[in-house]
């Protein structure tokens, strides 16, 4: 068990440790809370790992830079009709159909992504394809 655990499980166990008092109202939940802090404890023993795996993309990045190049731009144009500030250029004046490729490239966005907000119709659509589109 990794060093950032230790003090969700000194809580834990001093939580199981008052719990476990006796006196007439602390009997009635002993059961519970000791079942709880039990499960507590060995959901951080057995499944909290201290590595973090980041999902494969299975394109490459040139495959993923052509299909930005070519998908990119009905994206940004179904956000423009839509209303969605995410159609503007940033603030650093990067224009949507760069800023897609980009996202996509760098992994945060998929292509299933792009074909999401390519295909909505509605901002609460494009919602659903995790992108904020609030004006």
Do not use: F, K, N
Request: aromatic share 2%; hydrophobic share 35%; charged share 20%.
């Amino acid at each position: 068990m990794g060093t950032r655990h230790r003090p969700t499980l000194a809580l834990t166990l001093a939580l199981w440790l008052s719990v476990m008092r006796t006196g007439p109202l602390r009997r009635r939940w002993r059961g519970r809370a000791r079942d709880a802090s039990l499960v507590l404890c060995a959901a951080l023993a057995m499944g909290c790992g201290d590595t973090v795996q980041l999902p494969i993309t299975p394109l490459h990045v040139d495959d993923l830079t052509a299909y930005g190049e070519e998908h990119c731009p009905e994206q940004c144009a179904r956000l423009s009709t839509l209303g969605c500030p995410e159609a503007l250029p940033t603030a650093g004046g990067i224009p949507c159909e760069e800023s897609c490729s980009l996202l996509l490239v760098r992994g945060i966005w998929t292509p299933d992504d792009v074909a999401c907000v390519s295909s909505a119709t509605t901002t609460e659509r494009v919602r659903l394809c995790r992108v904020r589109c609030r004006p």
